[in-house]
């Protein structure tokens, strides 16, 4: 085994620029931590203080020999989830990633008035997207890619106060990819050859 080392240790904290972007299902996903994201990757602005979550979580069944003995466990369900909650609620793209791109109308600023944004939900599933997870910390990066997923986030609950900011929550699911991934996750410690 390796000694231990600081420059294996990490957290996660988010990359200067954006940490959370989204694109249509697709849309070009990296394949690496550093290389620049696809044009089609939209910014979703700032994350609450909880940051990102991801879940895998597997049941299992447990199939007993004559006498009762456990002899084997065999997986009968296996998901992959991540959560988060976006907190910029007046921003169009972000709008748009929780009620859909159809409900959301944007009347640019004039003069006289901000950027105004009108939302009608009606309910819609929402459409599969591509997401990318972007962190950063001491020289260490880690980018989390999901292929494939869909928002399905079962209890949208907002708190409107003057203690805190508006969330916008959000839960994904995560299917597998055409490779049969759910995610892929790419890191670099940001330790040189000969340093």
Known sequence: MAA???AKVTVGAPAVGGAIFRAPIGSTVPTNESTALDAAFIAQGHVSTDGFTRAMEKSYATIAA???DEVAKNRTELKVSAS???IQSLDKDVLET???ADAVTVTAATVSS???I???YAGEELPESAWVVNMAY???VRRVVFPKAQMTTESFEQTFSDEDVVPMPVELTIYRDDSGNFFYDYTDDGV???A
């Open 66 to 68: 004559w006498g009762g």
């Open 192 to 194: 040189f050859s000969g």
């Open 4 to 6: 231990p080392t600081e």
């Open 118 to 120: 009108a939302v009608a």
């Open 98 to 100: 929780v009620f859909g």
């Open 84 to 86: 988060f909650s976006l």
């Open 138 to 140: 001491k020289g260490r």
């Open 114 to 116: 901000g950027e105004k």
